[in-house]
């Protein structure tokens, strides 16, 4: 039997131990162009070791709830940006870093116009859309060695809503 791990509202305070929420909330720090666009600058901390920023375009297959979760990343020489494309929220997985293993994991949904940024070397499910389009816009490190740590559970969770 799989433990269950309930999904919860994204929040920035929550997600902060892993990364950051990127949205629009509060006023913009800056209005431009013309006065027609308002920009809300600099909403993540993009780290990279070794090599650069690059931009990427997934297409990932939307998943069905509940969920089995397998397996959990991370990215230990970069931040990784998932940043949907189509307006839809999304599944994000994390867990605490216990050395060389992941904690248990969390599970949070993000509303339509919120994407995220995971810190280098957090443990993380993959992109996970619920919904069509699975399409997506990732920023993360391009550059030498190996960036891809992947830990496999002994028991699968089950993610699920409440």
């Not at 990364?19 to 993009?46: E, T």
């Not at 375009?57 to 509940?66: I, S």
């Not at 230990?76 to 599944?91: T, V």
């Amino acid at each position: 039997m799989s433990e269950i791990i309930e999904i919860t509202p994204i929040s920035a305070e929550a997600f902060a131990p892993f990364g950051d929420l990127i949205d629009i909330s509060g006023a913009p720090d800056k209005i431009i162009n013309q006065g027609l666009c308002g920009r809300y600058h600099d909403r993540a901390k993009m780290d990279f070791a070794d090599g650069r920023a690059g931009l990427s375009l997934f297409n990932a297959e939307p998943r069905t709830l509940p969920m089995r979760l397998e397996m959990v990343e991370r990215h230990p020489e970069g931040s990784q940006a998932f940043i949907p494309m189509g307006g839809q929220g999304f599944l994000v997985v994390v867990a605490q870093d216990l050395g060389d293993a992941p904690g248990r994991p969390l599970a949070f949904e993000t509303e339509p116009g919120q994407a995220i940024n995971f810190h280098r070397g957090t443990w993380h499910g993959v992109l996970t859309p619920l919904c069509e389009p699975g399409l997506f816009a990732v920023v993360d490190r391009i550059g030498p060695g190996a960036n891809l740590q992947e830990h496999w559970f002994d028991t699968a969770y089950e993610v699920r809503r409440p």
